[in-house]
């Protein structure tokens, strides 16, 4: 039942073109240190991959937006938190502004993901909390799954572990996935510049329901290298999270809305949801009413509380 619960949810993805389903982001992508009275500076740390923006004081917290994000997302989070928390914020190269720098060829999350540990290990974080939005999200399962004495929370923002489900029908996998996510990568690199606008706004509209809120995430997306972005789709399509779901000993909660389809019941929702992560011992899942994709933007004091109970 399951299975077919997945393929129905296919229609969602494929029917507002899959070519930027994640490109989200909100702010402006500035890669430069901020000026001086801003509260925040950018970590010492070397990479190719993502750089760090870091506020506050206290205990640990690492936020990772989605493709085409900038660290910005998590602005009303941020300041809701109050400074009681010191958040390293990731902009990966390539998003939102960013220069591609290694993200120019080849995949992202998992190298973002690698780099990622090497950042906790360098800078002395002691287990801290990792939340990732979308594309974040899965970049912290990868983090999680892979290095688990590093991760001691782990927030997942509205992610499954394999999206290549959604493309693939009954029986998905990598493989079989591969041929669309290929189509679809050569589609976002080589289509023309009016058109991928218009998909861009398209995509940003049914993600975000608070239409003035639309305009961060619009602008960050249009500024994100395509040759990025699509290798970045394509290898969230083809990676396969679920195996290594076991392997995560954080304490792990998955806040997410329904899908934002009117065949795509609450229930189909959970459905869908709890399946994905049935190999996770002790998840906790929580989805978000009247929200799209961008819980954080759509419902920002719901969000806040559900990431002040996770944090403490």
Not at 73 to 85: F, K, N, P, R
Not at 177 to 206: F, H
Not at 296 to 312: I, N
Request: aromatic fraction near 6%; charge should be negative.
């Amino acid at each position: 039942m399951i299975r077919t619960v997945l393929l129905a949810s296919a229609c969602l993805i494929l029917s507002a073109p899959a070519a930027l389903a994640q490109s989200h982001g909100a702010g402006h992508g500035a890669e430069a240190a901020a000026p001086a009275g801003h509260g925040h500076h950018h970590a010492d740390f070397q990479s190719g991959r993502f750089h760090v923006r870091v506020d506050g004081h206290g205990p640990d917290v690492i936020m990772i937006p989605g493709l085409g994000s900038s660290p910005e997302i998590w602005d009303s989070t941020v300041a809701a938190l109050g400074g009681h928390y010191r958040v390293h914020r990731l902009h990966i190269q390539g998003f939102a502004g960013a220069a591609a720098k290694d993200n120019a060829e080849g995949p992202v999350s998992a190298p973002v993901a690698e780099d990622l540990a090497r950042y906790i290990q360098e800078q002395g974080l002691e287990q801290p909390a990792v939340i990732g939005h979308s594309m974040g999200g899965t970049i912290a399962l990868m983090l999680a799954a892979r290095h688990p004495d590093l991760v001691g929370k782990l927030m997942v923002v509205d992610m499954i572990p394999f999206m290549g489900a959604m493309f693939g029908g009954p029986g998905a996998t990598p493989e079989s996935v591969t041929p669309v996510a290929d189509q679809i990568q050569a589609g976002m690199t080589s289509g023309p510049d009016d058109a991928y606008r218009a998909q861009v706004e398209s995509t940003i509209s049914s993600m975000i329901l608070t239409e003035g809120l639309r305009a961060g995430p619009l602008e960050d997306s249009l500024a994100s290298d395509r040759t990025v972005s699509a290798a970045a789709y394509r290898e969230l399509i083809v990676t396969d999270l679920g195996p290594e779901l076991s392997r995560i000993t954080a304490p792990t909660e998955v806040v997410y809305a329904k899908f934002n389809d009117p065949r795509m019941t609450p229930e189909i929702t959970d459905s869908i949801y709890a399946a994905s992560f049935s190999r996770l011992p002790g998840v906790k899942l929580k989805r978000i009413e009247d929200s799209a994709h961008f819980i954080m933007l759509d419902q920002p004091d719901r969000f806040t509380a559900e990431v002040e109970a996770f944090l403490q």
